[in-house]
């Protein structure tokens, strides 16, 4: 076991994180906007990188500033030591390279397909390190994976309701169905309209939450691994209430520049925060439940890759605001799944202890 893990929400890390990270996000979108914002063809890999920074500050203050936590470079050894330090110097090449995208345009075909390359190779590492002899490692510093039943359960329950949010869309007549001829004249590809839809959804729904891992790590080492780590210590629906706000405000300034709601910047900034309370209530209980921040960086990969699979490639709503998804509707049906899973007893301040990446994984680990 680790040494022991503070019992009260220590604020001064909370606003220290916090403060980094805004820091960091809001200078990455300066550079995006006063570069033509989202009509700049390379803003796809810097959205790409800031998913990588909530992780690179926690992991940054864990190795370097924070003494007495698990991952300090005083007490990390072995793989994870090696991963946790590969993930930061990934970052800074990352943001190099989404910097370029964005200074230079031209060049984003080439640049795409380094950062494409560059996060499969990383990917494999991570897989390579885990595998020789990384298991123990990795958990000592609160990296566990948790079990495949884990990310089948969760990753597979979270694509049902977004193909039930596609479903809802088709019928209230809320969008547009999407042409599959179309769809190959638009992208030019010599092949049946058939064979390239279920190539797309193979790319898309099946592997690009496994492909997108390394980047939706970057959010969920920072929001669930370190800062719902901390805020649960006042009350766990509490804590993740405030994270769930938080988090959504680290959204804003996309938003503001168009990105998910174009054309609705203040319900947008609303409907943004609403969301990303929900999925915090979801992502929370995935980790609360196994101890695994790995398993909340999948369900996010299935959240970002299946639903945008989804609307491209089969119905694609009318408005981002007046639809099932990402919209009010969708909202609503992300309320009723936070309702059922308020249920679980996990959320008693009285019950058992939860897990958390910060203690590490359990030695017993908790069953359905």
């Known amino acids: ?7 009260t929400t220590r604020w001064s890390r909370v606003g220290l994180f916090v403060g980094l990270t805004f820091a960091l996000t809001l200078a990455l979108d300066l550079l995006i906007w006063v570069n033509g914002g ?9 959205l790409q990188a800031q998913m990588l920074l909530p992780a690179f500050v926690a992991i940054g203050l864990g190795l370097f500033v924070f003494t007495d936590g698990p991952i300090h470079l005083s007490r990390v050894r072995g793989q994870a030591k090696i991963f946790l330090i590969g993930y930061l110097v990934f970052t800074l090449i990352f943001l190099a390279l989404a910097a370029a995208g964005i200074l230079m345009p031209s060049m984003v075909t080439v640049i795409s397909a380094v950062s494409g390359l560059f996060n499969i190779a990383a990917l494999l590492a991570v897989v390579l390190l885990r595998l ?7 958990r000592k510093a609160g990296l566990t994976f948790g079990r495949p039943i884990h990310w089948l359960v969760f990753g597979g329950g979270l694509a049902l309701v977004y193909v039930l949010n596609t479903v809802l869309n088709w019928v209230f007549n809320l969008g547009t169905p999407v042409n599959p001829a179309l769809l190959v004249l638009s992208l030019g590809v010599p092949m049946s309209p058939t064979l390239l839809m279920i190539l797309l959804v193979v790319k898309g729904a099946l592997l690009g939450p496994f492909l997108g891992l390394l980047l939706a790590f970057g959010e969920e080492y920072g929001w669930r691994g370190f800062l719902q ?4 210590k006042f009350g766990r629906r509490r804590g993740i209430l405030l ?8 959204h804003w300034p996309l938003i503001w520049m168009g990105y998910n709601y174009p054309g609705e910047p203040v319900l947008g900034t609303i409907l943004m925060t609403l969301y990303t309370i929900a999925l915090a209530f979801v992502f929370g209980y995935a980790v609360l439940k196994t101890g695994s921040v790995w398993l909340a960086a999948f369900i996010h990969a299935v959240n970002n890759q299946v639903l945008s699979t989804l609307m491209s490639l089969f119905y694609t709503p009318n408005s981002m605001i007046y639809s099932f998804g990402i919209g009010i509707y969708g909202l609503i049906l992300m309320a009723l799944v936070v309702a059922l899973i308020l249920r679980d007893p996990v959320w008693r301040e009285t019950g ?11 030695e017993i680990q908790p069953t359905y």
């Open 229 to 232: 780590s901390e805020l649960i």
């Open 38 to 46: 989202l009509n700049n063809s390379g803003v796809g890999v810097a």
């Open 352 to 362: 058992p202890a939860p897990f958390t990446p910060e203690a590490g994984e359990p």
């Open 1 to 7: 076991m680790l040494n022991p893990v503070s019992s």
């Open 243 to 250: 994270l769930g706000v938080i988090w959504g405000a680290w």
């Open 132 to 138: 020789i002899g990384g298991r123990e490692s990795f």
